[in-house]
Structures are given as C-alpha cells and as structure tokens.
C-alpha cells in the first residue's frame, strides 16, 4: 500500500500511553486487535486525478501470510502499460509485530534490512550504479516497520474521535532514516459505496507520516467495521490526488 506522515514524540515511552488525549502505539503492547489477523490477498486499482479526469495509473496486490510465528506483508505494484513492479516483503513478528526483515524491490533501487540491536542490509541505487552496506543503530527498540504500519491501522481499536501516533523505521538516503512517525489525526463513522453498489459501514481514518520529508502527505483509510477490509484509500501529497479501490 502507498501512503504515510507525523509528529515528534519522545521513544522511551511503554506500551500504552497517553499524550495529550493520544494513545502511543508500539510492539509488545496490547493494543492490536488480534481477531483481525488472518491470511488474505486482495487488489486494489490505483488512480490518480489529472486536471477533472480519474485515470487508473497501476494495481497494488497485497497479501498477507502467517507461518512459524511470524507475519509475513507481501505488496506488489503494477504499473499500467509499462513492464516494471515494485515488490516489497515484510516479515515481523506475529506476536509482537516486531521487525525482522524488509525487502524492497524496483526500477530504481533494490534494498534489503535485517533487524536486530543493529539494522544491517544494502541500498543498491539503480540510476547511479552505487551500493551502500548498511549497519545503523537506533537508540530505542519500539518501533514497526515504515511498510507494514498502513496495514496495522486495520488492526487498532479504532472508534470515532481515536488518535494516535505510530513510531516506523524507514530507510532513506535521500531523505531521512530513522525512527519517524505516523499519526492517526481522525477517525469518523462513515458509510462507503462499493463496486458493487453496496453500501458498507466503514471507519474513515486519517493519517499523516513523515515518510516524504518537504512534501505534505496524508491519507484516508475507509476501513469496514465488520470485517477489517481496507475498501479505498485516498492519498493527497503537495496538492496531487491519488486513491486505490479494492477490487470485489
């Protein structure tokens, strides 16, 4: 999935607490909502807006699998009428949703992150043929994974007037690396149309994240309420407009 945005936040704080009516979300806390996790694949058409016209610009696969105690986010991208994807692999574990490993591959760069006391890996740059070893030390240990945050939303006690802010590890020589976060701003009852022309009760949260440092980004997520699936996501970053439909 595609999407992220924040606010500073101090890393020594302990499962759950509160900061100014906020709820901290972190590994080894109990906040997630187990009964959400299982496996599944779906799709999703991506779109973006140019001048008044919506026009589908690539398909996002994303699956998801449980084995040997870990989670494993498998999200692919197509993009229409060109011979490239993007692939990205997150594995953390399951019960704590601690990172373990991140791949990410595309046109531009490859990159692999092994998790532990030091992230280790490589960034291989595509377009300049270079290759950075990566050894990074991150002074607090309670964070997620930047790729696998969009899909943890789906699993939170989500309610109107729910916030929160979400400490991610992101890798990104050309931006920022580190622990950043992402912050949940709202969450509304709503009810979404889908393409079928069934109406579903959905929770509209929006989020913000840091991801894209001198760019404003955020996202809203229509999440349904009985089932956790994500139906549409609404991406708006420096005036541009995108949005991803679930394919039914």
Not at 64 to 71: A, T
Not at 174 to 201: F, L, M, P
Not at 213 to 237: A, H, M, V
Request: charged share 25%; glycine share 4%.
């Amino acid at each position: 999935m595609i999407s992220k945005v924040i606010l500073t936040v101090c890393l020594s704080l302990c499962f759950m607490l509160k900061t100014y009516g906020q709820i901290n979300i972190v590994p080894h806390q109990n906040s997630i909502e187990r009964k959400w996790i299982k496996p599944e694949k779906f799709q999703m058409d991506w779109y973006a807006e140019r001048d008044t016209q919506k026009i589908q610009i690539g398909r996002v696969i994303t699956e998801v699998q449980i084995k040997n105690k870990l989670i494993f986010l498998i999200t692919e991208v197509k993009m229409q009428g060109r011979n490239m994807e993007w692939k990205d692999t997150t594995i953390a574990e399951l019960e704590s949703f601690k990172p373990q490993y991140h791949s990410s591959y595309n046109p531009n760069r490859n990159m692999i992150l092994n998790f532990g006391n030091v992230i280790t890996g490589f960034y291989h740059d595509k377009q300049s043929n270079s290759r950075i070893e990566i050894s990074d030390s991150v002074n607090s240990k309670l964070y997620f994974d930047s790729n696998i945050y969009p899909y943890l939303i789906r699993l939170l006690p989500l309610k109107a007037g729910f916030t929160s802010i979400i400490p991610i590890y992101d890798y990104n020589p050309k931006g920022q690396t580190g622990v950043i976060h992402a912050r949940i701003d709202k969450v509304e009852s709503g009810v979404y149309e889908d393409t079928k022309k069934s109406k579903v009760n959905v929770w509209i949260v929006s989020v913000s994240d840091e991801l894209n440092p001198g760019s404003k980004t955020t996202s809203n997520y229509y999440i349904g309420k009985k089932d956790r699936k994500l139906y549409r996501q609404e991406i708006t970053t420096n005036g541009r407009r995108m949005e991803m439909i679930l394919v039914n």
